[in-house]
Structures are given as structure tokens and as C-alpha cells.
């Protein structure tokens, strides 16, 4: 293809994505194919000849919009959000045109850089004490992992290098093996999932630990957990503390959790993948308290705050033990200049990694970080709207308490009437939730998710709810 082309294109496909984006709303959130539908769309096998772009453009809506689910539709209400706007959109433009592979500091200065520097500023907007910042002049400083369960992993590994390494000082006779059998990480039983495979891909066990009647876990939990172990030889040396759980967005007590991990000498994670968005808005930083007290911290901009995915950023105080824990250093990849910038290699587990600052730049840059907290605050908003008419219908009855965008309610009853409940929410397709469970409670997520959503799709989503609920319930007499 030649550059005239592309231009016609690509200007037929911004177009596009403007037209697709801006009447998302009109499209069913569900798509109803059953599995298998794509493969009779296509030819057995890839075209002998080139085809024409205009056929490419003309089977995006006979082939792939069908089995399209609509993430950014205001109807669609499932999982938490994934952002995406203009500027991050463009961004990625740019950075598959460069197309560089940032994998040290002179495969693409600007990619490491650029990277150093936003993740600075990304910090400073979400208050994060200086020493989790390059610009405080340490060692610390912030990363872009392509997913926060990326991110879980990398600060395990490199809790484990630190905890090995000390037990080998203790314990000069005790080999790598017999260490290893010895680990031990806790996190609350609320956290994703992703924690605990972390545990299994670090080879380590997870003691999953109970939390209150406000689903959070609290430091006299972690610090008895850790003298048990201890008691019994064990080596305890990663916790994960999380600010917003998945099921039902609580926060864990980091002021009550950190002081019990500086005690016993142990890591402190924080994930705040969904929730760290709502940190640039100085008003919800009290549930990041003691946040001074982690090594690590991480949370994803492409989830709440712009930013198409993957973009996870992860500041680490001391990235000593996790880059010695990753670092292979085969003469190809040296260079002259090793020491003076982060080798972003060593920070992550593959080696490739795509120019993701770009799209950090371009989100705050064009949207100022006022305009970032409006977007924040005006999603709270439409999940309080959205608690209001929950708590005003007395047939309902709200699970956890409403922090962030997520509401968790469910129909006074069984689970079974619940479960019925979505399976008609779900296969009307004019909007989509996902349902949880806590302790054999099964509840329905309302999360908000589009950067489209106004009060009158809240209402919209809320009569839908209504009107099916009270169809089961007749049913139900
Ligand atoms: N942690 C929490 C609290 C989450 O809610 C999620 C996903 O929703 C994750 C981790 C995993 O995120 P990722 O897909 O970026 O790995």
C-alpha cells in the first residue's frame, strides 16, 4: 500500500470509528452469534491477489460488528470499565507507525524517556509520595506493564529474589529449593484472581485471608497470619493489598497492613487497578492511606482514566530486586550508555514492549488533568444516581458499599430468583451485567463504563432492570 492510499484509508477509517463511537448507544451491548458464526464469513484461505480496502471497510460491519460485544456502549455494565478516547486512539497511531521495541534505553530513547518522565507526572496527579518517583533522584520510579496481573507477578518475583537472598545470609546451608518450599505471600480472599496466579506462576503459596463485613482486609489479619507461619519455620514475604476488589470495589486497610509488613520486614503491593483512577481526584486519596508504607503500586490508566488498553502503570520504590531477578544480559543487547536510564527490560517480564507512554502523554495532555477528575467525578455520580434507585425500591437490597463506579444489588430472595434475573437482563441484550458471589451470596454487578454514559442511560439501565424484575417476580407467585 502506498502512502496516498493509506491516507484515503485511513480517512475512511477515522471516520468510521468516529461514526461507530459516537452512535455506540444504538447498537444491542450483546451480540446474539453462537459460536463458530465468523468462519463461514471468510474465504478458506488468505487471498491470492490483494483486495481492495473499500472490501476490507465493507466487512467490518458484515463480519466482525455482529460478533462485536460493545464495551464502551453507556448499556454495557459488565466486569469494570476499559477506557478509551480520541487522543489515546491517535497516540497508538503513532506509535505503530514508530514502531520501535523500547526494550533498553538505545533501542528508542525517546520510548524510555517519554516513559520515565510521564510516569512522573502520572504519579504527582495521583499524589504518590516523592519516593515512588524518578524525579526524587533514587532509584525509584514508575513502569508501564501491559496488565496489573503483569505487574502482581513482577513485584512477587521480586519480593522473592529479596527474600531468598536473606534467607541465604541467615541460612548459608539452606539451598534454593529448600527456601523456595518456604515462601509464603498473603492477600485478602477478595482479591482478583490474578493474585493468586501470580502464587502459582512464582511457585509460591497464597494464604488468602478473611476480610470484614466491608469485604477489607485488616492488619491484626495479616500480622496473626504471619506469626503463624513464622511459628512454623515458614518464610513469609509478599502481601498484596487492594484498593477497589473486583466483586465489590472495598478498599483494604493499607494504614493497619503496611505498618504489620515494615514489622515482620515483608513486601507490600498495593493493587489498585480499577480504583487508582478515582486517586487523581484529591477527595477519595483517603482510601490510598499508608500508601507510603508499599514498595510497589499499581494501577491501570486503560481501565478508568482514557487510556486504551494495555496501559498498567507500576511505580516500584527500589527496583533492585526485581531487576536482578530478571536480568539476562547477552552482548546483543548491551550498550554504551547502560546505567544512565532504566533498561526497561529488567522491569518486566518480556523483553518487547510497544511506545504505551505516547498514549499517556496525549490522554493527559489533551484532556488536562481537570478534565480527567470531571470524568472520574461525574462516573461516581452516575453509580450514586444508580444506589439511589436501588435503595428506593424496597423489593432490592444493595451488597458493599457504593465507593466508586460499581454498584452491587440484588433482589431481596434466593439466588436462584437473582440468577434469573440476569439471565433476562443478559438475553433482552439491551444492557449487560456480570453477577458475583461472596460467601454464597450471589449478587448482580452494575458497573459504569462508558465515557459516553449520561443520567438519562442510568435511568435507561434502571427502568430495564425494573421492568424484568418484576417479571420474575410475578413469575415467581
Ligand atoms: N486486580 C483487580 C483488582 C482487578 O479488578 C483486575 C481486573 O479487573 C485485575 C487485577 C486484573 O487486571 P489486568 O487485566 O490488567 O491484569
Not at 481492495?52 to 467490518?60: F, G, H, Y
Not at 490508566?301 to 511505580?315: E, G, I, R
Request: some cysteine; glycine content about 6%.
Amino acid at each position: 500500500m502506498e502512502q496516498k492510499e493509506f491516507s484515503e484509508f485511513a480517512k475512511s477509517m477515522v471516520e468510521y470509528i468516529g461514526q461507530y463511537l459516537e452512535n455506540i448507544r444504538d447498537r444491542r451491548v450483546l451480540p446474539t452469534v453462537e459460536p463458530g458464526y465468523l468462519r463461514p464469513c471468510l474465504p478458506e484461505t488468505a487471498p491470492e491477489d490483494p483486495d481492495k480496502w473499500q472490501d476490507v471497510m465493507a466487512d467490518i460491519e458484515r463480519v466482525i460488528m455482529p460478533g462485536v460485544t460493545h464495551w464502551h456502549s453507556p448499556r454495557f455494565h459488565a466486569y469494570f470499565p476499559t477506557a478509551n478516547s480520541y487522543p489515546a486512539i491517535v497516540a497508538d497511531m503513532l506509535s505503530d507507525a514508530i514502531a520501535c521495541i523500547g526494550f533498553s534505553w538505545i533501542a528508542s530513547p525517546a520510548c524510555t524517556e517519554l516513559e520515565v518522565v510521564m510516569l512522573d507526572w502520572l504519579g504527582k496527579m495521583l499524589g504518590l509520595p516523592n519516593e515512588f518517583l524518578a524525579c526524587s533522584g533514587g532509584k525509584a520510579g514508575g513502569v508501564i506493564q501491559g496488565t496489573a496481573s503483569e505487574a502482581t507477578l513482577v513485584a512477587l518475583l521480586g519480593a522473592k529474589a529479596r527474600a531468598v537472598r536473606k534467607a541465604k545470609e541467615q541460612h548459608p546451608d539452606w539451598t534454593d529449593a529448600v527456601i523456595n518450599s518456604k515462601l509464603i505471600a498473603y492477600a485478602s480472599e477478595q482479591a482478583h484472581s490474578s493474585v493468586e496466579r501470580a502464587g502459582l506462576l512464582g511457585g509460591v503459596t497464597f494464604r488468602n485471608l478473611k476480610v470484614d463485613s466491608h469485604y477489607r482486609l485488616h492488619g491484626d489479619t495479616v500480622d496473626e497470619a504471619i506469626k503463624k507461619d513464622l511459628k512454623e519455620g515458614l518464610i513469609p514475604f509478599y502481601v498484596v493489598a487492594t484498593l477497589g476488589t473486583t466483586s465489590v470495589c472495598s478498599f483494604d486497610l493499607v494504614t493497619e497492613i503496611g505498618p504489620v509488613c515494615r514489622k515482620h520486614d515483608l513486601w507490600l503491593h498495593i493493587d489498585a487497578a480499577y480504583a487508582g483512577s478515582a486517586f487523581i481526584c484529591p477527595e477519595y486519596r483517603y482510601l490510598m492511606e499508608g500508601v507510603e508504607l508499599a514498595d510497589s503500586f499499581n494501577f491501570n490508566p486503560h481501565k478508568w482514566m482514557l487510556v486504551t488498553f494495555d496501559c498498567s502503570a507500576m511505580w516500584l520504590k527500589d527496583p533492585t530486586d526485581v531487576i536482578d531477578a530478571f536480568n539476562v544480559d547477552p552482548l546483543y543487547l548491551k550498550h554504551e550508555q547502560q546505567g544512565s536510564a532504566p533498561d526497561y527490560r529488567h522491569w518486566q517480564i518480556p523483553l518487547g514492549r510497544r511506545f504505551r507512554s505516547l498514549k499517556l502523554w496525549f490522554v493527559m495532555r489533551l484532556y488536562g488533568v481537570k478534565n480527567l477528575q470531571a470524568h472520574i467525578r461525574k462516573q461516581i455520580g452516575f453509580a450514586h444516581q444508580f444506589e439511589a434507585y436501588v435503595n428506593e425500591d424496597e423489593r432490592f437490597e444493595l451488597v458493599g458499599d457504593v465507593l466508586m463506579g460499581l454498584v452491587c444489588f440484588r433482589l431481596k430472595g434466593s439466588n436462584e430468583l437473582n440468577e434469573k434475573l440476569l439471565k433476562r437482563i443478559n438475553g433482552n441484550g439491551k444492557i449487560h451485567l456480570v453477577p458475583s458471589k461472596i460467601d454464597g451470596l450471589y449478587f448482580l454487578r452494575l458497573a459504569i463504563c462508558s465515557r459516553y454514559t449520561e443520567s438519562t442511560d442510568i435511568e435507561f439501565s434502571w427502568t430495564e432492570i425494573k421492568s424484568l424484575a418484576n417479571d420474575v417476580l410475578v413469575e415467581e407467585k
